[in-house]
C-alpha cells in the first residue's frame, strides 16, 4: 500500500457495509477515491468535512466515508446542504449526486445554489442513465442512445450540466472523466478549494444498464470510450467550430472570484446588528 | 412584560425567537408570509440565519441541514407549500431531527380560495407522508396562543427529536389580538439531548432510557451517518428485522410515553354537560361564544374541550370528556377531520359534525343550530353547513 492509499484507506468506514452496492467496474469508486485523495492533500480535518447526497447509486456514497455524513431524499442534496452549510460556514460541505438526481428531480435546487453562489462543493456523477432503477432514461442520455423507457431510441435532447451550472452563476465549474483519474483529483481539489459554488462534472459510464442497451457491454469498452472521445480544454480551443459535436471537454471551464453566499449573509449580520432600529413602517389597514 | 397589539403571524415569529430559533428557511406564501417577512429582519440582529429558497420543498430541506448542523430551525407556509413538504416532514421524522413548520392553513383543495381560513390540513398533518411516523401537531386559537404554542413545537421539537407542526388556521395568523409579551428570559426553553460520551461510543439513533437519544450537531467531532433508509443505531442503513424493529418501537415509544406533556387542551363546563362540542383554533373562539348564549338563552347544560394538540389525537381526553354527553359537537372549517376521529373514540352515532369548506368561519349561531337539533337527526350524522345539506333517510 503506497501512501496515497494508506491515507484515503483511512478515510473508509470499515466497520460497517463493505462490500459496497455498486457493480463491478463501475466509475462512482473512482470519483470517491478523487475526493478522499483531495481531503487529504488539503489536509482538511475530517470532523470539519460533511458528505450530503440525495438518492441514486450515486447517493449511497457517503455512508463508505468516515465524515459527517447526510443521506437525504431524491433531488434534494443541494437545498439540504444549504441549510447545512448556512449552519456551519466553517464545513466544507461536499455534495454529490448522480445525473438524475442533480438534473431532474433536483434541477431547480441545481440552478439555485448556482445562482446563491453558495460555498459548496457539487460533484455530478453523470452515467446519463438512472442505475439504480434499472436504466430509464435521465436528462442527459443523449440523442438516439437506448434506454429502458427508450426502447425505440431517445429523442430528447441531454441537459449540458456544466453550461447550465455556468449561465446560473456558478463560480467555479469543471468537466472531468472517470477515465482521467489524476486530472479529475486536480479539479476536485481546486474545486473543495474555491470559495463559492464549485461544479465537478465527472463523466462516467454505466455499462451494466447503459453499455448493455447500447451495444457497450464493458466497462473497458465504456472507457475507452471516454479516452476515445475527450479533449482537453486547451485542444478544444484550438480546434474551435471543427470540434466533433459530442465530444466531451475536460478541464477548468470556469474559475471567477465572486462574493460567497455565507460571506455576504455575514455582512447582513453585522449591517442588522450595527443598523439603528428600522423605520417604522406604516401598517396596512385591514388584513395584514 | 410588554403589552402589543399584533398578529397571530407575528406573535409565532416571537414565540420562534423567544424558544432559540435561529434559522429559517421559507418560499411565499399568503397567508403565511409575514412570519418569513419579520424572521428576515430580525433573525440577523441576533446572529442566526434566513434564506428565501426557491420553493417549498428546498424551504423544509434547508431547515433539516440546519437542524443537522446544530440550530433550530423553522419554515412557515399555508397548504399548497405544506403539500409540497410532505417527503421531507418524513425525512425529519425518519432521521428524527427537530425541525418546526408552520402551517397557516387557507381553502382548498389546490389553490383553492386565497387566501380566506380553513382547518383542512389536519389530516395531512398527520397522514400527509407516507408510511407510519410518529408526529405532533398543536393548535391555537389566539394570538397569545399563538406565541406560546410555537415556543411549545420548539420545545417539543427538540426534547423529543421530532418534526413538529404548528396548525395555525388564517383567522389567527391574521387577527390583531393584544398580547402580553413575557420576558424572554422567562421563558421556559428545552434544548435537544446532548451525547454525553466519547464519538467511538456514540449512537445517535440508539435506544437510552429516555427513548430519545442525544443528537450531535455535524462538524463536532462525532462523525456519524443519517439517512432516510431505515437504520441501525449508529445511522447505517439496514433490513435486519432485529435492528429494525426496536427501532421502530422506540420512535413511536418515544412520543407515547410522554403524552401526559405533550396533550395539551382546555376544558369548560364538562362536568355535567349534556352536549358537548369539541373545538380548536379560530372555531374553538365560535363554540366559547355558542356556549355562552346556549347556557343564558337556554339554560341547556353544555361544555366546551377545546383542544391544543391535534396529534397524537388525544383520545383518553376527549372519551372522558364525551363519556356522559348525550352529545358530541365538532364543528371545523373543513368537512370531517377532527371530527373522523372523535367518532373512531366515542361512537360515530353521537356525533355531529358542523363544517364548512367554503372559506368562510363557522359562526356561533351554527354551532347552536347544531345543539338544538334532537338526537335522532344526530344520529344521521349529517353535515350542518349554511346551505343546510340535510340528507333524508
Redesign the interface.
Known amino acids: 500500500m503506497n501512501q496515497a492509499e494508506r491515507g484515503t484507506y483511512a478515510y473508509l ?1 470499515h466497520h ?2 463493505f462490500p459496497h452496492v455498486w457493480c463491478a467496474g463501475c466509475g462512482i469508486g473512482i470519483v470517491m477515491g478523487s475526493m478522499l485523495r483531495s481531503v487529504q492533500k488539503l489536509e482538511i480535518d ?3 468535512v ?1 458528505v ?1 447526497s440525495g438518492i441514486g447509486c450515486t447517493g449511497r456514497m ?2 463508505y466515508m ?8 431524491h433531488g ?1 442534496a443541494l ?10 460556514p ?2 466544507q460541505v461536499i455534495v454529490v449526486m448522480g445525473d438524475g438526481d442533480a438534473l431532474a428531480i433536483g434541477g ?2 441545481f440552478i ?1 445554489a448556482a445562482r446563491r453562489n453558495i460555498g459548496l462543493t457539487a460533484i455530478v456523477v453523470n452515467n446519463s442513465i438512472y442505475g439504480m432503477t434499472g436504466g430509464q432514461s435521465s436528462p442527459t442520455t443523449p440523442l438516439g442512445a437506448y434506454t429502458a423507457t427508450a426502447p425505440y431510441r431517445h429523442i430528447e435532447q441531454p441537459f449540458p450540466i456544466c453550461e447550465l451550472a455556468m449561465v446560473s452563476g456558478a463560480a467555479f465549474v469543471a468537466r472531468g472523466t472517470v477515465y482521467h483519474v489524476t486530472e479529475l483529483d486536480k479539479l476536485v481539489e481546486r474545486a473543495m478549494r474555491k470559495q463559492g459554488f464549485a461544479l465537478v462534472e465527472v463523466v462516467s459510464y454505466c455499462h451494466t444498464t447503459f453499455g448493455r442497451a447500447n451495444n457497450l457491454k464493458s466497462p473497458i469498452e465504456m472507457m475507452r470510450q471516454l479516452k476515445d472521445n475527450s479533449v482537453p480544454m486547451a485542444v478544444a480551443e484550438k480546434q474551435g467550430a471543427a470540434l466533433a459535436q459530442g465530444t466531451i471537454v475536460r478541464g477548468v471551464l470556469r474559475d471567477e472570484d465572486k462574493p460567497e453566499f455565507t460571506q455576504l ?1 455575514d455582512q ?2 453585522e ?3 450595527g443598523a439603528p432600529p ?1 423605520r417604522k413602517r406604516k401598517v396596512p389597514r385591514g ?2 | 412584560m410588554t403589552a402589543q397589539l399584533i ?1 397571530g ?1 407575528r406573535a409565532c415569529a416571537l414565540g420562534a425567537l423567544a424558544a432559540g430559533c435561529s ?1 429559517y ?1 421559507g418560499y411565499p406564501i399568503t397567508p403565511s408570509s ?1 412570519i418569513a417577512e419579520i424572521m428576515s ?1 430580525e433573525l ?2 441576533i ?1 442566526g ?1 434566513f ?1 428565501q ?3 417549498e ?3 423544509i ?11 433550530k ?1 423553522m419554515t412557515a407556509t399555508s397548504g399548497p407549500g405544506f403539500s409540497l413538504m410532505q ?2 416532514i418524513g ?1 425529519a421524522a425518519a432521521t428524527e431531527i427537530p425541525c418546526v413548520i408552520i402551517d397557516v392553513m387557507r381553502t382548498g383543495p389546490s389553490t383553492g380560495l386565497p387566501t380566506s381560513p380553513s382547518q383542512g390540513d389536519v389530516m395531512q398533518a398527520r397522514w400527509g407522508t407516507h408510511g407510519d411516523h410518529p408526529i405532533i401537531a398543536l393548535a391555537p386559537a389566539s394570538v397569545p396562543e399563538a406565541f406560546e404554542l410555537t415556543v411549545t413545537s420548539f420545545n417539543f421539537a427538540e426534547k423529543f427529536r421530532t418534526p413538529v407542526i404548528l396548525l395555525m388556521d388564517e383567522v389567527v395568523g ?1 387577527m ?1 389580538e393584544r398580547v402580553e409579551l413575557p420576558d424572554p428570559a422567562s421563558v421556559q426553553v428545552d434544548d435537544r439531548p446532548m451525547p454525553g460520551v466519547p464519538p467511538e461510543w456514540y449512537e445517535p439513533f440508539g435506544s437510552p432510557p429516555s427513548d430519545v437519544p442525544a443528537l450531535a ?5 462525532y ?7 431505515l437504520h441501525d443505531a ?1 445511522g ?2 439496514t433490513s435486519r428485522l432485529d435492528e429494525i424493529q426496536p427501532w421502530v418501537e422506540r420512535v413511536f415509544r418515544k412520543i407515547d410515553r410522554n403524552l401526559g406533556e405533550i396533550l395539551q387542551w382546555e376544558e369548560d363546563g364538562l362536568e355535567d354537560a349534556h352536549v358537548v362540542v369539541v373545538a380548536y383554533g379560530s372555531t374553538a373562539r365560535a363554540a366559547k361564544q355558542a356556549i355562552k348564549l346556549a347556557r343564558a338563552r337556554y339554560g341547556r347544560k353544555v361544555g366546551l374541550l377545546r383542544l391544543k394538540t391535534l396529534w397524537p389525537f388525544p383520545e383518553d381526553v376527549v372519551e372522558r370528556a364525551a363519556e356522559d354527553a348525550q352529545r358530541v359537537i365538532v364543528p371545523e372549517m373543513n368537512l370531517g377531520q377532527v371530527a373522523l376521529e372523535v367518532e373512531r373514540v366515542v361512537g360515530r352515532h353521537k356525533v355531529l359534525r358542523v363544517g364548512r369548506a367554503d372559506g368562510h368561519v363557522i359562526t356561533p349561531e351554527q354551532i347552536l343550530d347544531a345543539m338544538r337539533e334532537s338526537p335522532t337527526q344526530v344520529s344521521r350524522r349529517r353535515i350542518a353547513s349554511p346551505a343546510a345539506r340535510k340528507v333524508e333517510p
Open positions: 468506514r460497517k457495509k475530517q470532523n470539519d460533511a450530503v457517503p455512508v468516515d465524515f459527517n455524513t447526510l443521506h437525504t431524499t434534494r437545498a439540504f446542504a444549504t441549510g447545512l452549510k448556512l449552519a456551519r466553517e464545513m431547480n435546487h439555485h449573509y447582513i449580520i449591517q442588522a446588528r428600522p388584513w395584514g | 398578529q403571524n434559522f428557511a409575514e429582519r440577523p440582529k446572529g440565519k434564506i429558497m426557491e420553493d420543498i428546498a424551504s430541506a434547508a431547515i433539516i441541514g440546519a437542524s443537522v448542523g446544530g440550530l430551525a417527503e421531507n425525512y391574521h390583531r450537531p455535524f462538524g463536532e467531532g462523525r456519524y451517518h443519517i439517512t432516510g433508509l449508529r447505517f442503513p
